[in-house]
Nanobody
């Protein structure tokens, strides 16, 4: 079984920054499109960003475009989500997963979620 492990969350003020990390010990993330998803209390889980396994091209939801950056370090077998200019509405548990973008929407492919990492933005 593949275990997805997210880390790097925390509590920040609006306008602050955090960088999240995604690893899957023993699994080669570089061979897959990897996406970041988030779920706020009482809300549906939504796709945030995705990075291609082929050419490192990226996808972002409209709500985070221009503020978040997804990138890989294949030597470390890690996918990152750099978040800047954080807003209150970014508060959520963030998850990574294998992803695919269809008609502008991001979907997960692997059927198991990791624990996620909590991001809290508050004044």
């Amino acid at each position: 079984q593949v275990q997805l492990v997210e880390s790097g969350g925390g509590s920040v003020q609006p306008g602050g920054s955090l960088t999240l990390s995604c690893v899957a010990p023993g699994f080669g993330l570089s061979y897959y499109n990897i996406g970041w998803f988030r779920q706020a209390p009482g809300q549906e889980r939504e796709g945030v960003s995705c990075i291609s396994s082929v050419d490192d091209s990226t996808h972002y939801s409209d709500s985070v475009k221009g503020r978040f950056t997804i990138f890989r370090d294949n030597a470390k077998n890690t996918v990152y989500l750099q978040m800047s200019s954080l807003k209150l509405e970014d508060t959520a548990v963030y998850y990574c997963n294998t992803g695919t973008v269809v008609q502008g929407s991001l979907y997960r492919l692997y059927d198991k979620w990791g624990q996620g990492t909590q991001v809290t933005v508050s004044s």
